[in-house]
């Protein structure tokens, strides 16, 4: 009957025994689906009178069902959302972190000490010409000192016919600082920069990587001195190592673009074996400088009788290294978070 249906209907508790109800009423082989079929065998008196009754029977239980359905399906979300509710009390699991990589926080260290000693951070591409990388700092097509520095070149020159290459020091940011300063006006001197950057060289064993990081230090002003630069670098090593007793050591050396060239060493003590640096047990070699050669001012366009200056250039990884202890150069490079974190890097 159908208050027995409607009842069934409204008994059903969850959605797959709704459907069962449903397929039980008006499927293929459903009862009210056969009680249809009937009304083609039925006198047209009899369909007359029965049919309204049948199609109402269908109407109400179609009804039933989707009102039941809409019932269940709204209380199965009710429930879902009671049991989906987010509990503010309870403690968050720990998100991973990301950190500085120890080279970006060694340059950022570096240039913080020498913004104090009021030099200003200058930046040059790493996709150099040939011009900016070697000819302007004096070192002409087929100078010795080329080869030296086991260059990546490009196959293509630029537009200007320049051979291309990946920046095998900082120095070109020299030329391009000194030139962007002299081009409103000479008086835009004096210049005081540090450079830091990546620079490349075809060279890989456990000091070489081809990509390191250097800083390139620049000074050009009246009546500058090696005195300036030994001092300049005597304050920036104490306060990089945060030691008093930090002692340098100036060596005649050779760069095209420094005249004369020091070879810059760092005193070391021996403690139980290991070097440390302070005193001056012994020596090691640290960085490369001079004073800026005549003909690279002039190609920085300053007038070398009216202006002087010194350079450096330091092995930022090398100086990462003697700091924080660590002994392999290709470590810094290969993203291991356990090499970073025993170095205290990682958060
Ligand atoms: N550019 C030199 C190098 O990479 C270092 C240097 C810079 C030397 C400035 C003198 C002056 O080896």
């Known amino acids: 009957t159908e208050q027995a249906a409607l009842s069934r209907i409204a008994a059903a508790q969850d959605l797959d025994s709704l459907e069962g109800l449903r397929v039980e009423f008006l499927g293929k082989q459903g009862s ?32 039933a069902l989707g009102d039941r359905k809409a019932a269940l399906e709204g209380a199965a979300l009710d429930a879902r959302l009671a049991s989906e509710t987010i509990d503010l009390s309870l ?15 060694v340059m950022d260290e570096m240039a913080e000490i020498f913004a104090d000693m009021g030099f200003a951070v200058a930046t040059g591409p790493e996709i150099e010409d040939d011009w900016h990388n070697f000819t302007a700092l004096n070192m002409p097509e087929s100078h010795p000192a080329r080869a030296m520095h086991d260059t990546f070149y490009f196959p293509d020159k630029n537009a200007e016919g320049r051979e291309m290459l990946l920046r095998t020091h900082t120095s070109p940011v020299q030329i391009r600082t ?13 210049v005081r920069v540090i450079a830091p950057g990546r620079v490349y060289r075809s060279d890989s064993d456990a000091t070489h990587t081809p990509m390191f990081h250097q800083i390139e230090g620049l000074v050009i002003d009246k009546g500058i001195h090696l005195g300036h630069l030994k001092w300049t670098l ?43 640096l302070g005193g001056q047990e012994g020596w090691m070699e640290l960085l490369g400088s001079g004073m800026v050669n005549r003909k690279v001012i002039a190609a920085g366009g300053f007038d070398p009788d009216q202006w002087q200056g010194f350079a450096f250039g330091v092995g930022v990884d ?3 290294m003697l700091k924080y202890g660590m002994d392999d150069l290709r470590a810094f490079f290969d993203g291991d978070v356990r090499w970073l974190s025993h170095y205290g890097f990682a958060p």
């Not at 689906?33 to 006198?43: E, I, P, R, V």
Request: overall charge neutral; charged content about 25%; hydrophobic content about 40%.
């Open 91 to 105: 403690p968050a699991p720990e998100a991973a972190r990301g950190s500085v990589h120890p080279v970006s926080q």
């Open 318 to 320: 090398r100086l990462a």
């Open 178 to 190: 000194m030139l962007a300063v002299a081009k409103p006006s000479p008086g835009g001197a004096p």
């Open 32 to 63: 009210i689906s056969g009680l249809l079929k009937t009304l083609g065998g039925m006198s047209p008196e009899e369909r007359q009178s029965e049919g309204p009754k049948i199609h109402a029977l269908r109407e109400a239980v179609t009804n």
């Open 234 to 276: 005597e304050t920036f090593l104490k306060a990089y190592f945060e030691r008093e007793d930090i002692v340098l050591r100036l060596r005649p050396s050779y760069f095209p673009f420094t005249e004369p060239s020091v070879e810059v060493d760092v005193g070391f003590t021996l403690v139980n074996g290991k070097r440390v």
